[in-house]
């Protein structure tokens, strides 16, 4: 960042000695003296706006992990690394009392995950050796730290047993491959043959992000936090991963695995589990219908918390907080039954009465305490996203020992740092860290509003944010972009936006919104579409983009739309649907429903909870919705923009559309992210790629203001 900030000061240095030397020259030339002022505002104003290049000067702040004992907590500090296109993440801490903010390691590697012991005296974290992540371990009162583990693959998860004396995680486990045919001749000295032929016969055969799945499940481990070998506590061709809580006494491992005889056609289902460390005896803690997942022992290990789905095969369906006496017989009793909202992560409170826990609400992530009884009370702190790229809604939290608050976030303006939570109605929360001052203080930034949008079909209400271009005047006519969520239920939120402001840089007003189907809003309101998508979502949207041309400052021959995956559907079905646009991105889509549902990698849970029956019973309906459909009424000039890894969304399905409209002869283009799965703006310039390619598009079907 330092050698950045001196480059940046060069290059400003350059152009002022030089500005000084033209003005000595030129002075007695008015003209020319007026051309060159015009020149330098033009510089001046380049460098007060963003830009791409900006996308790799990016930080934020994630993983609170507050000391057991102190008012102390460490966390992630996470940023992009030009050299290696990729996540850089540095452990930092920061004391309540002293203010003190400091680094923890300081040799320039990535390290995460902290996980501190319950007596505070140690850290362990990971941090990648050779290219495989590795367990550390830092002793907090004399500063040093050792490598304990020398793992072939990825720990996560980590969990320090209560008397500090092992740490469990979860790691992937290979199996032997199989080989159907086995009688291959021997390759003679020097021959070269084509590789070995896969054979595959598991039903979770390859998975978004990860490829092609290798034999091998996730199991659970304890290691000596001292170091040395591994050893393996769960068994059986399983996947036993996700969040392990320890007994109190120590003695046994809490998780939640799905371990039917039949768990890859049933994705939605798992229990939660016991397992004795020494003996490695299993038995079932609960065995409801539905998922019951993230294990949470109390600290004084009388109760363990975990969250439930009353699974009714619906596409949307919020969690509870379930509560259950660790030596009781007694049934778990829900503590969230009327909280008809998504619940995102749940911590017990250091003296074991209650439990802190997010959810989402109306397109923010809010937080809130529920005592063991049932009693919530919610809490004056809004969780900042810690996404990057498109607005979503997000954010982390941790709890000291006194029940101090620290949370990430962020506005429209600025990336998730981290707060103290103020439990004063009249007092703002308190700002702990300030990461990308260097970088936006100096830059004129989109301002966002929220807008208020009622639905044309049924009256709802409908929110949705604008984002206006730096230097906005509200008498001139400005490019509309259209930018539609994901999921489909996600939700979006009033939030920072790399993407959203680099639209706005070029001189577009966005607006994004959460149409019917978006999550955060209840079960009844997501579920609008289930079985029904996409549908009157199309409606709300034409709605948005109509209230924002109401306000009278939009160009209505320059409207444009982009949306990507759920939002791919839906900017493919718009144009089938309406010509208003001068041009479309339709980024990582589902074109036709018939295909997807057997080629995405998720494919049971699709075909179980997003459709009414398997895709050859039900080919009419799924037809009707699949935006392929619509193709024969496209006009519009239309980019496929798609990462070639792409398993969630397959790059089969941007071929399908692209293909048509080739026929068709529509104006049309496929961009190829390469190495780019679903989480195609996952990498630094993978995001710049996206919107750059975006933007390029729009640009050239943009015509000017009469």
Request: hydrophobic fraction near 35%.
């Amino acid at each position: 960042m330092t050698q950045r900030i001196k480059s940046t000061l060069s290059k400003h240095m350059f152009f002022l000695i030089i500005a000084s030397l033209s003005f000595s020259v030129l002075s007695a030339d008015s003209g020319l003296n007026n051309s060159l002022h015009n020149s330098l505002d033009k510089i001046v104003e380049k460098k007060t706006v963003l830009d791409f290049e900006d996308v790799f000067k990016l930080e934020y702040a994630a993983s609170v992990e507050f000391h057991p004992k102190q008012e102390m907590f460490v966390y992630e500090r996470r940023s992009m690394d030009i050299m290696t296109d990729t996540t850089k993440i540095q452990l930092w801490s920061y004391d309540l009392k002293s203010k003190q903010h400091l680094p923890l390691l300081a040799d320039g590697a990535s390290y995460y995950s902290p996980k501190f012991s319950s007596d505070g005296s140690r850290l362990a974290y990971l941090s990648p050796q050779n290219g495989t992540p590795q367990i550390f371990v830092k002793w907090m009162n004399n500063d040093r730290s050792a490598k304990i583990s020398d793992l072939r693959s990825s720990p996560s998860n980590l969990s320090w047993s209560p008397d500090g004396n092992f740490i469990a995680f979860t790691m992937f486990t290979p199996t032997q491959k199989q080989q159907l045919f086995k009688t291959m001749p021997k390759k003679p000295d020097g021959a070269k043959w084509a590789g070995t032929a896969k054979y595959i016969n598991t039903t979770q055969y390859r998975s978004d992000g990860a490829g092609f799945n290798s034999p091998g499940f996730q199991q659970i481990y304890v290691i000596s936090s001292e170091g040395g070998s591994p050893r393996q506590i769960t068994s059986g061709d399983f996947n036993h991963g996700g969040q392990i809580s320890w007994a109190a006494n120590g003695k046994s491992l809490y998780f939640a695995a799905n371990r039917d005889e039949n768990w890859e056609l049933l994705p939605y289902e798992s229990d939660i589990y016991r397992i004795d460390v020494a003996s490695g005896s299993l038995s079932n803690v609960t065995n409801e219908k539905g998922p019951e997942s993230s294990p949470l022992i109390s600290p004084n290990g009388e109760y363990i918390a975990y969250q439930w789905v009353n699974d009714r095969k619906l596409s949307y369906q919020v969690n509870q907080i379930m509560l259950q006496g660790t030596g009781s017989d007694k049934p778990a009793i829900s503590l969230t039954p009327k909280l008809d909202r998504q619940i995102d992560s749940v911590q017990w409170a250091k003296d074991s009465k209650g439990l802190y826990f997010s959810y989402l609400d109306k397109g923010e992530t809010k937080l809130s305490y529920v005592s063991a009884s049932g009693t919530i009370k919610n809490l004056p702190a809004k969780l900042g996203s810690q996404a990057l790229g498109r607005p979503y809604t997000s954010g982390e939290f941790g709890i000291s020992a006194k029940g101090k608050v620290v949370y990430t976030i962020n506005d429209t303006q600025r990336p998730a740092d981290l707060a103290l939570m103020n439990t004063s109605k009249n007092k703002k929360p308190e700002l702990l860290t300030s990461l990308n001052e260097d970088v936006f203080a100096h830059l004129n930034l989109a301002k966002v509003e929220d807008v208020e949008v009622k639905s044309s079909v049924d009256q709802l209400n409908i929110d949705a944010w604008i984002a206006y271009p730096p230097n906005f005047d509200a008498s001139k006519k400005y490019p509309l972009i259209l930018e539609i969520h994901g999921g489909p239920h996600a939700a979006y939120a009033s939030t920072f936006s790399m993407e959203v402001q680099l639209m706005a840089a070029k001189g577009y007003v966005v607006v994004w919104s959460n149409p019917r189907g978006s999550s955060s809003y209840g079960e009844d309101f997501a579920n609008l579409i289930h079985h029904n998508y996409p549908s009157q979502d199309y409606n709300d949207l034409m709605d948005v983009v109509d209230t924002t041309i109401s306000k009278g400052f939009i160009d209505e021959k320059n409207l444009f739309i982009t949306g990507g995956s759920g939002g791919g559907v839906l900017t493919a079905w718009s144009i089938g649907k309406t010509d208003r646009f001068a041009a479309a991105v339709v980024a990582k889509p589902v074109i036709n429903w018939l295909s997807f549902a057997l080629t995405a990698d998720a494919y049971p849970f699709f075909t179980q909870y997003w459709m009414e029956d398997m895709p050859w019973n039900i080919s009419d309906k799924l037809w009707e919705r699949s935006p392929l459909s619509l193709v024969g009424n496209v006009s519009t000039p239309t980019m496929l923009l798609t990462g070639e890894d792409d398993y969630r969304t397959p790059m089969s399905e941007t071929e399908q559309y692209y293909q048509a409209l080739r026929l068709r002869q529509i104006d049309s283009a496929m961009v190829r992210i390469p190495g780019a799965s679903h989480g195609i703006a996952s990498r630094p310039s993978h995001l710049i790629q996206k919107v750059g390619n975006i933007i390029a598009w729009f640009e050239k079907y943009k015509t000017k203001a009469e």
